[in-house]
């Protein structure tokens, strides 16, 4: 299946009653079909961090995500027989320091928050031989690339440099189609044909009439292709504001030499007249079978917003079984400008400044 | 289960870990009882949404429910012996669209939303040969005839003329108790004797002390006959309220007659002054084992609000299985007059205008 | 484990997937393992109460939690081998009259509400033959000593003088850390070693820079020792607030003697200058098998807020089942000034006025 591509970081899902749902096929009649599931799945990560900026105190924080996004949801599939299937899927996100859940939108422009959303995820997809379509809230094409498959961090922890993959926050929209959008028809490649994969997807801002009414529309695609050394993929997606467009592009490539996997990332980030863009050279290094090093440089270069910056960092994730992992992250950012300034984590650093962060924690996926 | 009448839409429930619940009997002594069961459930429905009002541009949607509300939730019985049950129920709204749930109330009047709330039921119920009582946030008695039990779209998407069976809103209060209410007391008659059932409910607004203390309290009642052909019944449920008192009432009927099952249904809802009087007929008419059309007509009459209109309806669905359906709605709206105005779904009409609505989607439960 | 002396009111936990998890260890390899287990649990108590104060009208309300906590979770373990075991929890509040579910605090300052929120526990866990290391969102030490072992009607139900155990609101600050605290690092103490147990917590309020960098940080701990018959433990936590730093400490007794358990509790709160004092001495005394007598009565000294009071509650709790009970309780509060007043439940007092309360209902765990 296609979706698994496009997961950020390990899940070991829990599989409830499968021979109760078997029944209830068998009460629909003798067909010889292949069994459905529910899943009860998440992923629980926290941490302890300690963030410096220049001329502040260190500021420590026991904080969720320092390696993976913590979720917690609810997946299933139905085999419909001829090799179409119906499947449903309801993921939100968890702050395990707190217990609050993340945000959404419901028209890909404004933030809905207070309670446990299904924002990361909420979708019902049918898939046959000819792929897979899925409506509903889900990752733009262009997230694709920003994962753990083309950046050693992927969006996660003061190891990341995923904030210089995103829009520098501008004319006061804070909720943009930069990872997820909401109200989307996607369309994915079927798996496996000659290593090439492929995700589309419009997704609509759903305003009312006038001049505005497209605010939110998003168009994106993405296109890869992979072999067991070699992955590599270019995305883009455009999302209408009123506030002025934004297009978010990128080109990554991941390539296995040795125990060591290769990732370099490209993006670039528009809204209106402003524009930053990034590149990320970095590895993940298997040093023995349960340890995985990591290192990622990153430069960027920004035009009528933000300064040019660069992130460097370094971690390591050791494997306590397929389901736990301990991890640490070593990071820091140098600002070169006195513009909107980019920080490790939630450091807050002072005009032209600089910030480092560590950071240690355990993740665990059930 | 009297429960099963009031529940709109087809549900196959996942049943988890019945052994093991099996196993905390055992615990508990060697007693001869009934398996205990614990299932998670949930219902997902999402299609593409076209809306024309007079006098604006079509605007498309990505929508939820256009043919089952879509819900998830975790629901259980224990058995007691003696033919004494006890069983609870949590079930939240989900917008498969964006991943919001829906909005609840504390006290009947007033609209408590931002995240997942259990607002479609949250209960726990004790029965018996004598009957079910049941305690929480549940359904009136008077929503019982807006189901697809009385009326062929049931109050879900554009071919729904629900919207006719509510109140207009007015005097400022928008949560009002036409579909569910909480802090309530409800009691159901056993289910099976002689066809007769039957349904009645106190729910407190729990107002502080003074003269508005009753705000939000509902009385209701339904009572019903069926055997395989026929189904009728009438219910009214009344709600206290310090800006104007609300009542809502109606009569359903549906008579299965060869391949069609042909349903009327009458309400009213009267809030202070205003009072509208909506009469539907139609029909859900199984065209082949996996298909069934549905057609409804209904007019309706407005004193001291809104204005006379007309909404007629046609749709088709689709099952893929006992579990998945795809379905579509046709649907036009006409009003008379200037005044508030009915809507096809989340159609914008100008003062006095009409509007029309197609939509086609996917509906699967688990 | 620790952690069931930490939990108020009993679990019968529903195991899911038992068999599919284990197959998922069989994956990972051949290794001698206990079984892991993903629960999905929760309980709902929900009932009816009357209450009655000074000059006012009596007060009806269907209400949750008069024996119990209502809450809904999912948690589990796994096991790594050699001793070391891993865990996850998450627990939400839940109203049962209305569907709505509890708040929690990103700063151990502020409240969060609006809809599901993990605010009852949200955790990872590490254990081994060492004890146990717990991070995330969870009670706090000096809370052990105010649940069900020590005080006969736990913090829940007008039988209740939890409130006495509490700080009295003062200064504008409304989410204290009397009973959980986010960013919290944990530990205990491994259970069973010569009776003793002890638990001790940082929490970081994570505020910015500057002075009031430290609010919402608190630090606690929880000494105890347990046999067959007596149980007694000393606590005590401090949470540093800009507008006056907050020290809850307390020591609790209980000691079976035939039938009945014997408890005994002192606590006193302290927010800046304001001072109460509660003693309470009480009982729970099994009268058969299935029914259990509760009584208890409070009285509280307070200094420079509110006024002395006393509350005296009389309650009794019938099985029917290993997980479900009813429950009836009986309350009366004396207020013996014109200060902040105590109240039963939501009763609302008039200056130096008194409250009575009444309520019966159900409680179902799953």
Redesign the interface.
């Known amino acids: 299946m296609a979706t698994t591509t496009h997961s950020s970081g390990a899940r ?1 899902p ?5 021979a ?2 078997l029944g ?1 096929l068998g ?2 009649g003798a067909q010889a079909q292949a069994g ?1 599931s ?1 899943q ?1 799945f ?1 992923l ?5 961090q300690a963030l410096k900026a220049s001329g ?2 260190t ?4 904080n969720s995500d320092g390696n993976t996004s913590s979720r ?1 949801g ?1 997946r ?1 599939t ?1 085999d ?1 027989g001829g090799g ?1 299937k ?3 899927w ?1 993921e ?1 996100a ?8 993340g945000a ?3 028209n890909n422009k404004d933030s ?13 997809q ?1 898939s046959g031989p000819w792929g897979e379509l899925r ?3 889900d990752y733009v094409p262009s997230f694709g690339n920003l994962t753990t498959s083309m950046h050693p961090f992927g969006t996660n922890g003061v190891g990341s440099s995923g904030i210089m993959f995103y829009p520098v926050p501008a004319n006061g929209t804070t909720a943009r189609t930069n990872v997820r959008a ?4 996607g369309y994915f490649t079927p798996s496996g044909v000659n290593g090439f994969y492929g995700h589309a997807m419009l ?2 801002g ?1 305003q ?2 006038g001049p505005t ?1 497209k605010d939110g529309q998003l168009t994106g695609v993405r296109i890869g292709w992979r072999n067991e050394a070699l992955n590599t993929s270019a995305a883009i997606s455009k999302t209408r504001y009123a506030t002025g467009d934004y297009t978010q592009s990128n080109v990554g490539m991941s390539y296995k030499w040795g125990p060591a996997r290769l990732m370099a990332l490209w993006g670039r980030n528009e809204v209106g007249i402003t524009r930053t863009t990034a590149t990320m050279l970095g590895t993940q290094w298997e040093v023995w079978p349960q340890g995985e090093l990591r290192f990622a440089y990153t430069w960027l270069k920004a035009r009528n917003v933000a300064s040019d910056a660069t992130h460097i960092a370094i971690g390591y994730v050791h494997d ?5 992992a301990l991890y640490t992250n070593l990071a820091k950012v140098d600002n070169k400008g006195r513009g909107t300034r980019f920080n490790v984590g939630l450091a ?1 650093t002072q005009p032209g400044g600089d910030s480092g962060g560590f950071e240690a ?2 993740r ?1 996926s ?1």
């Not at 629980?44 to 302890?48: E, H, N, P, Q, R």
């Not at 809905?112 to 019902?124: P, Y």
């Not at 909401?182 to 028809?185: A, T, V, W």
């Open positions: 070991a829990v599989l409830i009653a499968t109760i749902t209830l009460a629909a459905s529910v009860l998440g629980m990560d926290i941490g302890v502040t105190d500021r420590y924080l026991v917690f609810v299933g139905e419909l179409l119906v499947g449903f309801l939100s968890v702050s395990v320091d707190d217990g609050t859940s959404t939108s419901t809905v928050s207070g309670g446990l959303t299904w924002g990361r995820r909420a979708t019902v049918v409506l509903g809230r909401s109200n989307s028809i997704a609509l759903e009312g009439a009414r306590l079984s397929k389901r736990t807050t924690g355990v665990h059930f």
